[in-house]
């Protein structure tokens, strides 16, 4: 049977992904090689802390002694290069997670610095950069930032001058996220953070780790972070966690968060893990080769409309650290009909068609296109873009290669049938 004609993929467009995948060789191999790497690292953990059948059945309650969710926190710890963890489903998502992580670790006076620029849309909120009820800047925790220069790189004298005596915490964000700037690399970050210890070694180095999970083949703590945070409907969750976040790094960073998000004197001891261990479990266990999928996904894409002559941000033969591929159309309905293509080869809600909406928060009309298991994960199969110029998608994850391809290829047949490429 012949399903991708039968699934409305015409040959020209086949051959077009089929040429792709033969100039995209090395890269595949490149990111093979990384999750082969991070499936032992996995593995290895998982063996380490001795997980049994017994981890995976779960507490009620307050969640007393409940030895899975303290094996799996070990299983983090050890995998991601740190000396705690904490991973539970009472962290609702990444922004709760990173919230937690910068509230428990500084204090009234304490000043934040992001020598990244501009941190993620949801954190402005939290730190008080927009004015918001319990932000940050209520409690009186201060922020400054320091602009990455033109090219990307730090500006090292900046951030030299906003470094003061009561900076406490700096938080740098690994991923893009949805600005133009460049992704870094865990090896940019490790001098990053160099440069902050040598001018005062107390300062707290935390990193937003969201969509950079198992893309390399280090996490930031082998670097010198004190923490790293993120979401697990995101990459560590391996497509399998139904909600849930993770803070991991150092006994104190660790400590801070956890009687933070419990209670003084409470802390790790509860939080009942109810019936999500075993997918917690799972998910890490497949998440390197999730990711790597997500991440052949994002390169194939960058090849295959490349070619076609659309501006693609990270161009294909660029070495990934994160999952997120930005594809410009230069038209609305350029990036519409993409975004029909991706929920058309949804598993779920495939019948539907996305239409833009204006969302809370956002000047112009936002597009999306998601068919997921769980509910906004966007380690799944989705994209989404704001109606202005350049009219980008961004797009990200996929569970497994074929689906990813099929998605792709699915979102190019939208434009070759309203004649738009
Ligand atoms: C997704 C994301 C967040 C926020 O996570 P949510 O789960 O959407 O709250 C923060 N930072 C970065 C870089 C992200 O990609």
Known sequence: ?????????????????????????????????????????????????????????????????DDGRDTLEKVYASAFGG???????????????????????????????????????????????????GSLAEYGVTYDEAELLADGSFDYEGIRQKINKNTRLVTIQRSRGYASRPTLSVAQIGELIAFVKKINPDIICMVDNCYGEFVEEEEPLSAGADMIVGSLIKNPGGGLAPIGGYIVGTKECVENAAVRLTSPGLGKEVGASLSVLRDFYQGFFLAPTVVAAAVKGAVFAADVFGQLGFTVRPAADEIRHDIIQAIEFGTPEGLCAFCEGIQAAAPVDSFLKPVPWDMPGYDDPVIMAAGAFVSGASIELSADGPLRKPYAAYFQGGLTYPHVKYGILSGLQKLYDASLV
């Open 1 to 65: 049977m012949d399903w991708y004609q039968k699934l409305g993929i015409s040959e020209k467009v086949r051959r077009l992904g089929a040429e792709s995948e033969e100039r995209l060789a090395e890269q595949f191999a490149r990111i093979d090689a990384i999750a082969e790497n991070n499936q032992l690292k996995v593995l290895a953990a998982f063996q380490k802390h001795k997980v049994s059948a017994e981890c995976f059945s779960g507490t009620t309650g307050y969640g007393y002694n």
């Open 83 to 133: 000396e705690a963890a904490l991973v539970r489903p009472q962290i609702t998502c990444g922004t709760h997670a990173l919230a937690l992580a910068l509230s428990a670790n500084t204090r009234p006076g304490d000043e934040i610095l992001s020598p990244v620029g501009r941190p993620y849309d949801t954190l402005e909120e939290v730190i008080g950069i927009r004015p918001s009820r």
